[in-house]
């Protein structure tokens, strides 16, 4: 399972390694149809990337923290910083590349 990201606990799962944060809602669409990837990819970097999601309706200070306009927004984190920033539906392959391109 994707780990659910909020403010509180924002630091503590993105300070060390590779993070992949999917900004999404419930109301949306295509984050519908990008949220079985993300926990596919959950499952199979276990251990070896964080996988995450944060809900933009609940979590707006973080949506608004790395300049989140359109839903879905992918944000790859290394050790803490935001070093790729995907805006839209993304294939399982090239979440993937783009993961293991940061290790």
Known sequence: MA???????FTENVAQGVSLLDFW?????????QLPIVEELSEELKGTATIAK????EEPELAS???VMSIP?????KDGQPVD???GLQSKDSLKAKIQSHM
Do not use: S
């Not at 809602?25 to 149809?33: D, F, H, L």
């Not at 944060?54 to 309706?57: C, M």
């Open 25 to 33: 809602a419930p109301w949306c669409g295509p984050c519908k149809m």
């Open 54 to 57: 944060v809900n933009v309706d």
């Open 73 to 77: 927004t992918l944000i790859l984190f």
């Open 85 to 87: 920033k995907l805006v």
């Open 65 to 67: 923290q790395f300049g």
């Open 3 to 9: 780990v659910v990201v909020t403010k509180d606990n």
